[in-house]
Nanobody, 117 residues
Framework: VQLQASGGGLVQAGGSLRLSCLVS????????MGWFRQAPGREREFVAS????????NYADSVKGRFTISRDNAKNSVYLQMNSLKPEDTADYYC???????????RGQGTLVTVSS
């Protein structure tokens, strides 16, 4: 199983980035998907999730109204559009797959987002 995130980088506060996560080794379309992030010295934090059909989305309060999660089942990919970025959004971002109510914790390759003030 591979979950490969990309699209991170250095951006000024107020800027935008779009993250992508390409998934292989699982039947992508049957899994809810999510984005998590982890900053140095901090616990892993849930960011957003999307149902397998894309009709339900959930967001952490800290990103609600600024981030949008989406998916393309034909491309085995999940995306995170991040707008109005803040320095506190700085973290390593990675995607996860969910089966039922359990995150499978594959912890694939993340992508680093750095927001400068």
């Amino acid at each position: 199983v591979q979950l490969q995130a990309s699209g991170g980088g250095l951006v000024q506060a107020g800027g935008s980035l779009r993250l992508s996560c390409l998934v292989s080794g699982i039947t992508f379309s049957i899994h809810d998907m999510g984005w998590f992030r982890q900053a140095p010295g901090r616990e892993r934090e849930f960011v957003a999730s999307i149902s397998r059909t894309g009709n339900r989305r959930n967001y952490a309060d800290s990103v609600k109204g600024r981030f949008t999660i989406s998916r393309d089942n034909a491309k085995n990919s999940v995306y995170l559009q991040m707008n109005s970025l803040k320095p506190e959004d700085t973290a390593d971002y990675y995607c996860e797959a969910k089966y039922g109510s359990v995150w499978l914790d594959y912890r694939g390759q993340g992508t680093l987002v750095t927001v400068s003030s």
